[in-house]
C-alpha cells in the first residue's frame, strides 16, 4: 500500500509540474516575450507573374546599346515587379539562327521580349506573328543597316536608339517608359 502511495504522489506532481510549464509557456507567449516582437520586413522583391527578357548578339550586355537597354529593363522591373531577363545568340548572327532563342523566349512566356541587334531584329520579322499573346519591342539604331525584312505586326513595336531630335537621347528612360507601358497593356 505505501509503494501505491509513493507512486500516486510521484504521478500528482509529475502533473503538478506539467501544468507548471504549461502555464508558463502560455504566459510567456501571450505576453509577447520581450518589448519589441515586431518582424523586419522583407528584403526580397516580390514579382508579378509578368516577364520582360531581352533578346541580344553574341556580345551580350557588352554591347553598348544591350547595356543601356538592360538598364532599361532594370528601371522597370522596380517599377513594375515584372522578372527580367536577357538571353544572347550564339554562332551565326543570323535571322535564322536567332529564331530559336527568339522562340525560347516566348516559350517562357516573357510577356514583353526586347530586342538589340539585326538578327535578333530579324528573326522578329520572320517570326513574330507566330507568337501572337507576346509583345516585341525591337531597339533599333537607325545609323546602321537594317535586315532586309522590318519587323511589322500588332504584337511589334519599333524604339529607335535616336530620338525624334536624331541625336542619342536618354535610351535607358526611353526604354523604361515603354517596357512598363507594354507591361500595362
Known amino acids: 500500500m505505501k509503494a501505491w502511495i509513493g507512486a500516486h ?8 509540474g506539467l501544468i507548471a510549464v504549461a502555464v508558463a ?19 526580397a522583391r516580390a514579382y508579378t507573374e509578368q516577364q520582360a527578357c531581352l533578346l541580344t548578339p553574341e556580345s551580350g550586355l557588352a554591347e ?3 547595356g543601356q537597354v538592360w538598364g532599361g529593363l532594370q528601371d522597370a522591373s522596380a517599377e513594375t515587379h515584372a522578372k527580367v531577363s536577357y538571353l ?5 548572327q543570323s535571322a535564322g539562327n536567332a529564331a ?7 516559350g517562357r512566356k516573357c510577356t514583353v521580349v526586347l ?3 539585326a538578327a535578333p ?9 507566330k507568337f501572337p499573346k507576346t509583345r516585341f519591342l525591337v531597339v533599333k539604331d537607325s545609323t546602321k543597316t537594317s535586315p532586309s525584312q522590318t519587323p511589322s505586326g500588332e504584337n ?13 537621347s536618354n535610351v535607358r528612360s526611353r526604354v523604361a517608359s515603354a517596357v512598363e507601358s507594354a507591361l500595362r497593356d
Not at 88 to 92: I, M, R, T, W, Y
Not at 121 to 129: C, I, K, M
Not at 157 to 168: E, F, H, P, R, V
Request: aromatic fraction near 4%; proline fraction near 4%.
Open 115 to 117: 530586342t538589340v541587334g
Open 88 to 92: 544572347a545568340v550564339a554562332g551565326e
Open 25 to 43: 509557456i502560455i504566459a510567456l507567449a501571450t505576453s509577447g516575450g520581450s518589448t519589441d516582437a515586431r518582424i523586419p520586413p522583407t528584403r
Open 9 to 16: 504522489w510521484r504521478w500528482t506532481l509529475g502533473g503538478v
Open 64 to 66: 553598348a546599346a544591350a
Open 121 to 129: 531584329e530579324g528573326a522578329v520579322a520572320l517570326n513574330s506573328q
Open 100 to 106: 530559336p532563342y527568339l522562340a525560347a523566349l516566348a
Open 156 to 168: 511589334v513595336k519599333i524604339l529607335s536608339l535616336t530620338g525624334d531630335t536624331g541625336k542619342d
